[in-house]
Nanobody
Framework: QVQLVESGGGLVQAGGSLRLSCAAS????????MGWYRQAPGKQRELVAI??????TYAGSVKGRFTISRDNAKNTVYLQMNSLKPEDTAVYYC??????????????WGQGTQVTVTS
């Protein structure tokens, strides 16, 4: 059973920083990608940042402020969020594409962590 466990959300003033963490646990062959999505009230879930082997992609709204990184030895992905804005307020979800067996991959989601940025 693969699980993604997130931590690090909270309340912060505009201009502040937060760091999110997400660790994958369970039995699996490999992780193809790990990333972060967010969903604000009344809006669709959107990509924030994703890390695959050799590349990273950021949403335009967070580029230059957020940094995604991975610790492959710990099966963990981080999201360092700097210069936070009230519009960054959302539930942040960890996402991972994991190969439980060598030939098939599946999409997994974390439980979500609330990030609230006050003005």
């Amino acid at each position: 059973q693969v699980q993604l466990v997130e931590s690090g959300g909270g309340l912060v003033q505009a201009g502040g920083s937060l760091r999110l963490s997400c660790a994958a646990s369970g039995s699996f062959f490999s992780i193809d990608a790990m990333g972060w999505y967010r969903q604000a009230p009344g809006k669709q879930r959107e990509l924030v940042a994703i890390s695959t082997t050799g590349s990273t992609t950021y949403a335009g709204s967070v580029k230059g402020r957020f940094t995604i990184s991975r610790d492959n030895a710990k099966n963990t992905v981080y999201l360092q969020m700097n210069s936070l804005k009230p519009e960054d307020t959302a539930v942040y979800y960890c996402n991972a594409v994991i190969r439980v067996f060598s030939t098939t991959s599946q999409n997994y989601w974390g439980q979500g962590t609330q990030v609230t940025v006050t003005s």
